[in-house]
């Protein structure tokens, strides 16, 4: 299962076009969708940050396992807070601005959480290499690869989408699909001593 995802993340980073219209053919259940593939990134990311918490307290002077555990304990609840709670939030609010006069579109939710599950891989894969490395913030760039992930997944995923509409559509995904997680997640690391 782990090598699968890993394979469709691949190509759909190195094969974008291609990629999206398999996944479109597929027209595979959000629930398995969630299950399969977003929730193991999910679980990539609190591995991650854990390993990465590990290893940032190893290097601290007065380090002492009480502070290292509640620590890990800690990221994993608030990066699975964050990242479902957002990825959820984000899903629900696009489908709902589909319908508005702004894209005047049908609802579909099924769409819409395709398209930030597998938009948001790069993203989650970034962001757990940073979590591992944490002096290797310069990954953070590659984050603008999903402009083009997102615009390739909306042209070919949402038929009745206007041409003249693609720009304004892939900047609120985006917008989105950042802010949001991202946003819960600071929000949590800051309520949370």
Same mark, same amino acid.
């Given at each position: #299962?782990?090598?699968?995802?890993?394979?469709? +993340?691949?190509?759909? +980073?190195v094969?974008?076009? $291609?990629?999206?219209?398999?996944?479109?053919? $597929?027209?595979?259940?959000?629930?398995?969708?969630r299950?399969?593939f977003?929730?193991p990134?999910?679980?990539?990311i609190? @591995?991650?940050a854990?390993?990465?918490?590990?290893?940032?307290?190893?290097? $601290? @002077?007065?380090?002492?396992?009480?502070?290292?555990?509640?620590?890990? +304990?800690?990221?994993?609840?608030?990066?699975?807070?964050?990242?479902?709670?957002?990825?959820?939030?984000?899903?629900?609010?696009?489908?709902?601005?589909?319908?508005?006069p702004?894209?005047? #579109?049908?609802?579909?939710?099924?769409?819409?959480?395709?398209?930030?599950?597998y938009?948001?891989?790069?993203?989650?894969?970034?962001?757990?290499?940073?979590?591992?490395?944490?002096?290797?913030?310069?990954?953070?760039?590659?984050?603008?690869?999903?402009?083009?992930? @997102?615009?390739?997944?909306?042209?070919?995923?949402?038929?009745?989408?206007?041409?003249?509409?693609?720009?304004?559509f892939?900047?609120?995904?985006?917008?989105?699909?950042?802010?949001?997680p991202?946003?819960?997640?600071? @929000?949590?690391?800051?309520?949370?001593p």
């Amino acid at each position: #299962m782990v090598k699968q995802i890993f394979a469709r +993340i691949f190509d759909l +980073i190195v094969y974008p076009q $291609e990629t999206w219209e398999t996944i479109k053919t $597929e027209n595979v259940d959000g629930n398995i969708l969630r299950n399969r593939f977003y929730f193991p990134l999910i679980v990539m990311i609190i @591995i991650c940050a854990t390993i990465g918490s590990i290893s940032t307290f190893l290097f $601290e @002077i007065e380090a002492d396992f009480v502070t290292l555990f509640l620590e890990s +304990i800690k990221n994993a609840v608030v990066f699975f807070i964050a990242y479902f709670l957002g990825f959820f939030v984000v899903t629900l609010i696009f489908n709902e601005l589909l319908a508005s006069p702004f894209f005047s #579109m049908e609802r579909d939710l099924d769409k819409c959480f395709t398209l930030f599950a597998y938009s948001s891989s790069l993203m989650w894969c970034i962001k757990a290499l940073v979590l591992l490395f944490p002096n290797m913030l310069f990954l953070y760039l590659l984050n603008f690869y999903a402009i083009y992930l @997102i615009w390739t997944g909306a042209v070919i995923l949402f038929d009745n989408l206007h041409k003249d509409m693609t720009v304004k559509f892939t900047l609120i995904a985006l917008l989105l699909l950042y802010c949001i997680p991202l946003g819960i997640e600071n @929000i949590m690391l800051k309520l949370i001593p």
